[in-house]
């Protein structure tokens, strides 16, 4: 797979801003559910020319819904998807997720 292939959206939430503040900053990714730490590091150094140091990768399970219509209550659920939390080397930022 290609790198822009593997890493599909940053997470940008309040947890994951407060992440990539401090020294050793940690970026949040949504990655491609058939990529590995060592795709989605290799993805993030090809991407962002950063150094990235470490990668931690989860399952995050969709999160059931429900909708009211005349027929009744109908039950879904949102689709699950795979999250890396990338460290990259002191110093690094990734400019285009700073908003720099």
């Known amino acids: 797979m290609r ?4 890493i599909l959206a940053p997470v940008l939430t309040e947890k994951s801003n407060l992440d990539r503040e401090g020294e050793t900053k940690k970026y949040t990714f949504k990655v491609d559910p058939r ?3 060592i795709q989605v590091m290799r ?6 020319s950063v150094k990235a140091l470490s990668c931690n990768v989860s399952i995050v399970k ?13 039950a879904g659920s949102t ?3 795979k999250k890396a ?4 080397a002191k110093g690094d930022s990734i400019s285009a997720i700073e908003g720099v």
Do not use: H, Y
């Open 62 to 74: 969709g999160k059931p819904k429900f909708t009211r219509t005349k027929s009744g209550v109908r």
């Open 3 to 6: 790198a822009d292939q593997i």
């Open 85 to 88: 939390i990338v460290t990259v």
């Open 43 to 48: 993805a993030v150094e090809e991407l962002f």
């Open 35 to 37: 990529a590995n730490k």
């Open 79 to 81: 689709t699950p998807w």
